[in-house]
């Protein structure tokens, strides 16, 4: 049973990444420092249960800098950070904990990422990974300890160009979502050893009820998020694969537009569900939720 719920924990994980509600402040309930009169992003707090029991704490944080009206081609800067680790029993049980950052470009609707940095502990081993990007495509990747020289090898150079690292592909599902109000129909991704594509499909809207876990409710908008594995991947491995997640999404007050709620994720180590707890604007302003819930 242990190993059952451990097993899901990571694949629950990883998956968030992808999800959409997993862009996340490093520092909990604390956003993204801004320096612009009028900043703007949002930073949202989620509980994640499996099992019937809360087993992540996950925090998002997007920010963005104004585009340069004197560029002949202006874009917005972002700053995507991701916090993630075990919380609650599962907490005292299963030590995880993984950290993201992105930074990059947001230019006529599409990312264009300019550095990307993971770390991953589990059980006491980490793992770094770093992506520099020259012109949006990736050009050196690092990882401690190393991938090995097979791994690296999975991945067609052909098959980079376009493909973007996890945490800008959260970045750009969400952004277009809340700044067009429309699920994006695909994303190519590239984590540095692997390449995948997530593709989401729009669901009919719901009305969500609350719970004692899930606080939000209200009329939401559906999309559906399941992926296709392209290479790098381990064949008798099932990580991404059978995967879905449906991502409802609502206006709570952040001047950006409707962001994800409400996360219900479908797994072959079984099921899970994201709630939202806790929404901040970008100057830190509270508009869902409560301040502090433990």
């Known amino acids: 049973m242990l190993r059952r719920i451990s097993a899901g924990i990571v694949v629950i994980g990883a998956v968030l990444v992808l999800a959409g509600p997993v862009v996340l402040a490093a520092d909990e309930g604390q956003p993204i420092a801004h320096t612009e009169a009028h900043p703007k992003g949002f930073t949202l707090t989620y509980d994640v249960y499996t099992g019937g029991l809360r087993a992540i704490r996950l925090d998002l944080s997007v920010a963005f800098s104004p585009a340069d009206q004197a560029d002949p081609a202006p874009a917005a800067s972002y700053e995507t ?45 980490a793992r770094e990974v770093s992506i520099d990007y020259v012109d949006g495509v990736a050009r050196k990747v690092s990882a401690v300890p190393p991938y090995s020289a097979e791994d690296m090898k999975k991945v067609d150079p052909a098959m980079i160009p376009g493909a973007i690292d996890p945490t ?56 559906k998020l399941s992926f296709k594995r392209i290479a ?38 079984g099921n899970g569900f994201a709630h939202l707890i806790r929404a901040r604007a970008a100057d830190g302003a509270l508009v869902f939720g409560k301040a502090d819930r433990d």
């Open 81 to 125: 950070r991701i916090n993630m680790e075990t919380s609650g029993l599962i907490g005292a049980l299963f030590n995880w904990r993984f950290d993201a950052n992105s930074v990059g470009a947001w230019q006529g609707g599409s990312i264009v990422p300019e550095r990307y940095h993971t770390a991953n502990v589990w059980r006491g081993n």
């Open 232 to 269: 790098g991947f381990k064949p008798d491995k099932k990580r991404l694969q059978d995967f879905e997640v449906d991502i409802w999404q609502a206006d709570i007050g952040v001047d950006d537009g409707r962001v994800p709620v409400r996360l219900e994720l479908s797994t072959p180590w």
């Open 168 to 223: 800008s592909a959260v970045t750009s599902l969400v952004l277009t979502s809340a700044l067009e109000g429309r699920c994006q129909p695909q994303t190519a991704i590239y984590d540095g050893r692997r390449r995948y594509d997530a593709k989401l499909e729009t669901l009919e809207a719901e009305i969500l009820k609350p719970s004692s876990e899930a606080p939000f409710a209200g009329k939401a908008e559906g999309c």
